[in-house]
């Protein structure tokens, strides 16, 4: 370039002159980059549109100088302008979790221009950008999630030889960002990436983001509905709802350094010994010592939790030497490993701290007297109560006899208690005092499904869009269990006796004392003993003790196919020859007849086309090969989105044979001991432990 310049002085000037004008744009910073705009300038309603120079357009030049001169940390701030309505202006910008501060004021200052070009007087209206959205509104739209409307952008078709597998992995990607960005982080950001491969050389990359105003349940229930309407098999996607949006791409669209997960914590690194020291090292070294200390104390710290911990459950271990001696029982054994899986490295104080006395159940609930009982299990009785500051409650109080030992009952207790979703029956408290072993629930008015949907006089109450509600609300509970907790939960006993119906028949799965739970990459655990209910549990459970996420699928096809028929699977019988009700389903299905597994009760339905790709969901979970069947992240895509291409279903397992009385499958053997797990409304068999062989 010297050389050239020496040359043609005149003509270098000129070439190094364009340079630095072209340089410009990327000093000053390009425009944002528009997604979508929502306008209701068009709606039916005179008060969508305002006047020019009228009070509500002096209110919204007020609120787009404040959005775009805050200086939030979070990238979020709200505003409001003006008192009373129809003047009043509701107004909130929120800019990506990755963006830098001032390349959030300088997106949401050009949409505060660039909104008024594209929605001209317009009340209401959601602009996104690459990096912000700015939203107003003379309605308030504050504190709850917006899911009205949405928009849905897609990439090109992507080309996969295994589209199964890329919607695993999509669905765990996607899933692991939604439950991080619906919890407030440290920058008070609700606001998430991740990446993983989807084959050796391609990783799909995700991002997930709530306005921080949404609570962490709202935020998590908005971005799971975004994800079940994302486009599938495309080199990429995003849906964009007013309170949240997800994306999902095939390359890196975002600053790595933000919301990802947090990574493992950096070796010590000791200061060099050969290279001398200055000013600028003396700093570099200080700085390493002080991390090098940090880290020290932290690990410090850790050991002394875990020590506290490890001595509470050798407490713990000694108290039950003798129950475990009696029962020799691996699954006990299991159990237990789990409360130690579970706690490691926590003050088991958090747990303590949901102790009740016995004195105050007992109140509560005129000393379990009969007329507060409203359930009856294999494990004992349920009680409605009600605690000193009015609550009512569900009191599960163990029978001495019962099954469920000590240590069984810990693991619901700790287990529950970690598990917060909205279609999860909550564990308000325990009780654990001499022989006595209660649990304290919320109550649930509306009883279990099984009251409903077996009882010829109360199937009725149950029309379709109740039980496509419940359906949902299941999947989205078992999706949480699966993927979306801290923990890796596989319940063992999803049927309709342990799915608790609240006051808007909201789906909520209870009954733990059986779950499971997974290491991190563990997918498949065994056992010698199995429990469970016959009809709901799945082949490779009964025959080989073999279960993992894709039992609970199979127990939850099971389910589908008894909520749309109103029969139920082990006692089922029918004058066409099916012995059971996956046969008679599968029996319909070939013969392109569905809609006859349909309950009479739901005859005239408009919900056909939802009745129809229920049962062809229900088929894919309740076959045979656990490989083949869905995950329930992809069975909740499924359900909410038609999108979705189904793949045909195959064989159910133990298609044509009973699993009653003396029928049951010869690969396995009735244990000599019977035990139940409780149920909430009918007394019903539940729960029979079997050596497979």
């Not at 959601?126 to 709850?144: A, G, Q």
């Not at 020799?328 to 303590?352: C, H, P, W, Y």
């Not at 030992?405 to 909205?422: I, P, T």
């Not at 083949?628 to 499924?638: D, Q």
């Amino acid at each position: 370039m010297g050389k050239f310049l020496r040359k043609k002085p005149r003509k270098a000037l000129f070439v190094y002159t364009v340079c630095l004008l072209s340089l410009i744009p990327i000093i000053k910073g390009a425009d944002p980059t528009f997604v979508a705009i929502d306008c209701t300038k068009t709606s039916l309603a005179r008060t969508s549109t305002y006047a020019p120079n009228s009070t509500y357009h002096t209110n919204l030049n007020t609120l787009f100088s404040a959005l775009s001169s805050n200086n939030a940390s979070n990238g979020f701030y709200n505003f409001t302008a003006g008192s009373s309505p129809p003047d009043v202006v509701y107004g909130l910008s929120l800019c990506r979790g990755d963006v830098t501060a001032a390349g959030c004021r300088d997106c949401v200052a050009y949409a505060s221009g660039d909104v008024v070009k594209r929605c001209p007087r317009s009340k209401e209206v959601t602009v996104w950008y690459e990096h912000c959205l700015l939203r107003y509104s003379n309605k308030f739209i504050f504190n709850y999630p917006d899911t009205r409307e949405w928009f849905i952008l897609e990439n090109t078709p992507l080309n996969v030889t295994d589209g199964n597998h890329f919607d695993e992995v999509l669905g765990q990607v996607m899933g692991d960002i939604a439950n991080r960005a619906s919890k407030t982080d440290d920058s008070g950001k609700k606001f998430a990436t991740a990446q993983a491969n989807y084959s050796p050389l391609q990783p799909v990359y995700g991002l997930a983001q709530c306005t921080p105003d949404l609570s962490d349940v709202d935020c998590y229930n908005c971005l799971r509905n975004a994800i079940s309407k994302l486009p599938e098999a495309k080199h990429g996607g995003r849906v964009l709802f007013r309170s949240c949006y997800v994306r999902y791409e095939m390359y890196s669209f975002y600053n790595d350094s933000f919301g990802a997960a947090p990574p493992p914590p950096s070796p010590v690194l000791p200061p060099s010994t050969t290279t001398p020291t200055s000013p600028g090292n003396g700093r570099i070294i200080a700085i390493v010592v002080s991390i090098g200390v940090t880290i020290i104390l932290s690990i410090a710290a850790f050991c002394f939790i875990t020590r506290r911990a490890k001595k509470t459950y050798n407490l713990l271990r000694e108290d039950n030497v003798e129950l475990l001696a009696k029962e020799e029982s691996l699954e006990t054994a299991g159990i237990f490993n789990n409360l130690l899986q579970i706690k490691v490295g926590e003050d088991i104080s958090s747990v303590q701290s949901l102790q009740y006395d016995l004195g105050t159940i007992q109140a509560a609930t005129n000393n379990f007297s009969e007329d507060h009982k409203i359930g009856e299990g294999g494990f004992g009785p349920v009680y409605k109560g009600i605690l000193p500051n009015g609550q009512e409650v569900a009191v599960k109080r163990l029978s001495r006899t019962s099954g469920q030992g000590a240590l069984e009952f810990k693991n619901e207790m700790v287990l529950v208690a970690k598990l917060q979703h909205r279609n999860l029956v909550r564990l308000l408290g325990f009780c654990l005092e001499g022989e006595e072993k209660i649990l304290i629930y919320e109550f649930v008015p509306n009883k279990s499904l099984d009251y409903f949907l077996f009882d010829p006089q109360q199937q009725a109450k149950l029309d379709w869009s109740k039980r496509y509600k419940i359906i949902q609300g299941l999947a989205r509970g078992m999706l949480y269990l699966h993927e979306d907790s801290r923990l890796t939960i596989i319940h063992r006993d999803l049927k309709a006796s342990n799915i608790l119906l609240d006051a808007d028949m909201n789906a909520k799965v209870s009954d733990f004392g059986m779950a499971r739970i997974f290491g991190v990459d563990q997918t498949q655990g065994n056992t010698s003993r199995v429990v469970g209910t016959f009809g709901y549990m799945s082949p490779e459970y009964v025959r080989r003790g073999q279960f993992s996420a894709k039992s609970d699928v199979f127990s939850f096809g099971v389910l589908v196919l008894e909520i749309i028929s109103g029969k139920k699977n082990n006692k089922f019988s029918n004058s066409a020859g099916a012995t059971d009700l996956l046969s008679y389903a599968w029996k319909l299905w070939r013969e392109g007849t569905p809609l006859d597994l349909m309950d009479p009760t739901l005859q005239g339905s408009n919900g056909v086309n939802e009745v129809t790709r229920c049962i062809h969901i229900a088929l894919l979970c309740v076959q045979d090969d656990p490989n083949a069947r869905p995950s329930m992240a992809t069975i909740v895509l499924m359900l909410n989105s038609y999108s979705a291409t189904l793949s045909l279903p195959q064989l159910p397992g133990f298609l044509g044979q009973s699993r009653t009385g003396s029928n049951i499958p010869t690969e396995v053997e009735l244990d000599q001991s019977t035990s139940r797990s409780i149920q909430w409304s009918l007394n019903e068999e539940s729960m029979n432990e079997i050596d497979p062989r």
